[in-house]
């Protein structure tokens, strides 16, 4: 039989690559088309293909609604392809989002939690939909200008809440470390803001969105300002324990362009060689923006605009080290869409008339109605998909990571003869009719064992009482062989309400033999608490043939204690239980 250790979890492991790779460019890939191709044809038979996006209200499009359409339509399409990075199905909530629960209110940690637990036990399926989802919205902001964008805008502004919310911490604005340079008050906020808007009616637009915008941002950048001035921030720092320092320090070990590291490196260090002097700087660029916004929708005023929009890209690059380049980056961070929402809302933009249409007319109609049928098939596939995966049961991926395919096997399963807890003579396969899982345990181990046990008693609940399945543990502790042993271990972890269940041992030379038939290596010395064994599962059919050899290090992670037990039962059907 084979053995070995299963690997620790690697965020690009290659069967899920592939798995992830598949979902997301073929199945996906595949419904979009069918999805599309229905939507398309619907808009042909209604004749409204001919007339997408020449609508009056569309034609006349205010531009600043214009301007705020494209720029967050641009920055949803980023967003979405940085979600096909394949170590995102892994990484994303374990790696990003959990990380930013820390800090955050009971009620919004436990959220949170939740929010982390789903995306375990369906990494693949939401993963996918959360690549094309964004994707869509990004084309269906881009090429259309009325109602089916206005769709799309109320679409993005739900989305972009949750995301707020359960997967960016409510952006940090309740960690005591927040800072506007780091990403306060999140980036998806700045995507609520923007996708409400777009929803609204186009009437909205001329002079509201301008005045409202700019004095929300206004009061946010104020806001902004006293947090950068709290010493608890770390900006008044010299040296290396600048927060900005440290932050850009941190940043630049990750691979990337050398220019861009060198451009973060060299900003990070004069922040701390000023100390003070340039936290400073920063806060008189927040109150100049502050005020200045809030009074440049009555006076008309320009320059407050260049100012910030400026300074958002200049430390986009030297804060926020272009956000995109290595590690699990899932937007551009708060800096670009702070700056596209107060480029869109600047007064210059008022009272213009709407932008000038470059493409001819029947190119902006037949082939917007065509990239918006298919950009809207993304966004329904998706709904439909994440949806539908949250409600079923938990994906094998996890399990699959941590532990490797399963051997799939066809051979008789070597039989053996010992005695279970209760003192009773049992043998492999005595219940004609019965499929058996088959495992070792120490009866005195306290790590992986138990963890084994627990996976033995959900898969046993999940099948049901009919089903026709034996429950074994094999004893695996040279030195812990009796009945009492595996009493007390049954006992102790709750494992006596296991329908079917027998924990058998015998004699040593007996228990042996059975180790060795399976492959199962056992390692103990006399002073051990207890032993280190091969950890497999073993599926034999109701015929006395091995099926399946499983390699199951378990985890003390719900999450992928729930992969385990959906691998288990998929692999249990697929041997033939019914």
């Not at 359409?69 to 909530?93: E, H, K, Y």
């Not at 079917?500 to 042996?512: D, H």
């Not at 204690?561 to 033939?576: A, F, I």
Request: hydrophobic residues 50%; charged residues 10%.
């Amino acid at each position: 039989m084979p053995m070995g250790n299963p690997s620790p979890i690697d965020l690009t492991n290659p069967l899920v690559v592939a798995l992830f790779r598949h979902s997301v460019y073929v199945a996906a890939v595949l419904w979009i088309i069918a999805i599309g191709l229905a939507i398309l044809l619907g808009a042909v038979v209604l004749r409204k293909v001919s007339t997408f996006n020449l609508s009056v209200a569309g034609l006349n499009e205010p531009r600043n609604r214009s301007l705020l359409r494209m720029a967050f339509g641009a920055i949803w399409l980023v967003d979405g392809i940085l979600q096909f990075q394949v170590s995102m199905p892994l990484g994303l909530a374990n790696n990003v989002v959990a990380p930013m629960a820390s800090g955050t209110p009971h009620w919004l940690h436990l959220l949170m939690n939740d929010g982390i637990g789903v995306w375990n036990n369906h990494p693949i399926a939401l993963a996918v939909g959360t690549a094309w989802i964004q994707v869509g919205l990004g084309i269906l902001l881009l090429v259309s200008n009325s109602t089916i964008g206005r769709f799309a805008g109320g679409v993005s502004a739900a989305w972009a809440a949750m995301i707020w919310l359960l997967g960016n911490g409510a952006g940090g604005i309740f960690q005591s470390s927040s800072s506007i340079l780091f990403g306060w008050p999140g980036a998806t906020l700045l995507y609520i803001v923007a996708g409400v808007w777009l929803a609204m009616s186009p009437g909205s637009f001329p002079e509201k969105f301008s005045r409202y915008t700019l004095r929300g941002l206004s009061v946010m950048i104020g806001v902004a300002a006293a947090l950068q001035f709290l010493p608890s921030r770390g900006f008044w720092h010299g040296g290396n324990s600048n927060a900005l320092t440290a932050m850009t320090q941190s940043m630049t070990e990750i691979p990337q362009p050398h220019l861009l590291a060198s451009i973060a490196r060299h900003g990070g260090d004069i922040a701390g060689s000023m100390g003070g002097g340039f936290n400073i700087v920063i806060i008189l660029w927040l109150l100049a923006s502050a005020v200045g916004l809030w009074m440049a929708s009555s006076r008309g005023w320009r320059w407050p605009v260049w100012t910030f929009v400026v300074g958002c890209l200049a430390f986009w690059i030297v804060a926020q080290d272009a956000a995109i380049f290595g590690g699990l980056a899932t937007d551009l961070n708060s800096l670009i869409p702070m700056a596209a929402l107060t480029w869109a809302s600047g007064p210059q933009h008022v009272g213009r008339g709407p932008l000038a249409r470059r493409l001819p007319r029947e190119m902006r109609s037949s082939s917007g109605s065509v990239l918006a049928s298919f950009a809207s098939a993304m966004v329904i596939f998706s709904i439909f998909s994440m949806g539908l995966a949250s409600v079923s049961s938990a994906e094998s991926t996890f399990f699959t990571a941590r532990n490797g395919s399963a051997i799939e096997a066809d051979t008789v399963a070597p039989t053996f003869t010992l005695t279970d807890q209760s003192g009773e003579s049992y043998t492999l396969g005595e219940h004609p009719g019965r499929f058996t899982l088959l495992t070792f345990l120490d009866p005195t181990c306290w790590t992986d064992c138990p963890l084994l046990g627990e996976q033995l008693a959900r898969v046993r609940q999940e099948l049901g009482p009919s089903a026709k399945v034996d429950i074994v543990a094999v004893a695996a502790d040279p030195y812990h062989e009796t009945q009492a042993d595996d009493n007390r271990f049954i006992a102790v972890h709750h494992l006596g309400d296991i329908r079917n269940f027998y924990f058998v041992t015998g004699k040593l030379a007996e228990t042996k033999a059975v180790w060795n038939s399976y492959g199962i290596t056992v390692e103990m010395k006399p002073t051990d608490k207890m032993s280190i064994h091969s950890d497999y599962m073993f599926i034999i059919d109701s015929h006395g043939r091995l099926k399946w050899i499983i390699p199951d290090d378990p985890a003390n992670s719900w999450a992928i204690e729930n992969s385990s037990e959906s691998e288990l039962l998929t692999l249990l059907h697929k041997s033939g239980l019914v």
